[in-house]
């Protein structure tokens, strides 16, 4: 394999001995800055070592852009790696050290560099938990037009029993306007139940019970949807560890030839002497 290929079969690959101790070393860097980051967050430790806390930040972040660029440079496709969740993931643990230059307290958001240990599963050989989250991400998009007419359906009700409470209870029973009577009815229909406001008359206590009831046969509904979208996406599973050489996408099927995201080839041809290509 060429240099490139050696590269990203070490970043990329769970399956072999330097990718597992890569990712191991990945991991206990990662967890490590994001500790130096609640330490920094402590006054005392703050104030005895700002300068050196601040110094590890730096070697960890260009331990990290080093990373990222070798990632951008083994990948076949690194356009659609940056735009896959663990790209956007990596460069966002990077920028906000640079932000902290102009914004003071942005290198606090570093501790999203935690995201990163996702690819513990990687290292386990739970890379089919990682696969499963692709048929959640596909029973989500599924469902996603049945959740909008839901959610606008859960709308309109807020609207109408915010709307009537309003009129029921009024100023004095705390419901000052109608939107102070929407969040009410979104508290309540949710089965939240804050108490800060609550119907005193007995007609706004009947209301309210009737929504609390509703409530509980709403959280059911969505629940409803992706679980069966969940179950038609899993009819089609079938995982494996086997990652694209251009796009790093997981999850395919096993008798794929094809990534699922990109199209390209997930085995590479390797031609013998004699062989004759089709013209």
Aim: charged fraction near 20%.
């Amino acid at each position: 394999m060429s240099t490139r290929e050696t590269v990203r079969e070490v970043i990329f690959e769970a399956n072999t001995r330097a990718g597992r101790l890569f990712d191991v070393f990945l991991i206990v860097a990662i967890l490590t800055s994001v500790a130096i980051v609640f330490l920094e967050s402590i006054p005392r430790l703050h104030e005895e070592w700002g300068g050196a806390i601040k110094t590890a930040e730096w070697v960890f972040t260009g331990l990290f852009l080093v990373e990222y660029c070798l990632r951008l440079w083994s990948i076949g496709r690194p356009r659609l790696y940056a735009k896959s969740f663990f790209g956007i993931v990596d460069l966002v643990s990077i920028l906000p050290t640079f932000l902290a230059l102009f914004i003071p307290g942005a290198h606090m958001l570093l501790v999203v560099r935690v995201l990163r240990v996702l690819r513990v599963f990687r290292v386990l050989r739970l890379s089919c938990y990682v696969g499963e989250s692709e048929v959640l991400l596909r029973a989500l998009r599924q469902s996603r037009r049945k959740i909008t007419v839901f959610v606008m359906s859960v709308l309109a009700l807020v609207v109408i029993f915010g709307s009537i409470m309003y009129i029921v209870e009024g100023e004095e029973g705390g419901f000052t306007s109608i939107p102070t009577s929407m969040y009410w009815a979104i508290v309540t229909l949710t089965t939240v139940g804050y108490g800060d406001v609550s119907p005193v008359t007995a007609l706004g206590q009947v209301i309210a019970s009737t929504l609390m009831v509703v409530g509980y046969g709403i959280i059911a509904v969505p629940t409803g949807i992706v679980t069966f979208e969940l179950a038609q996406a899993s009819r089609r599973q079938g995982q494996e560890e086997r990652s694209c050489p251009e796009c790093s996408a997981e999850g395919h099927v096993e008798e794929a030839s094809f990534c699922w995201r990109c199209g390209s080839s997930l085995y590479r041809r390797i031609i013998l002497p004699g062989d004759v290509r089709d013209p």
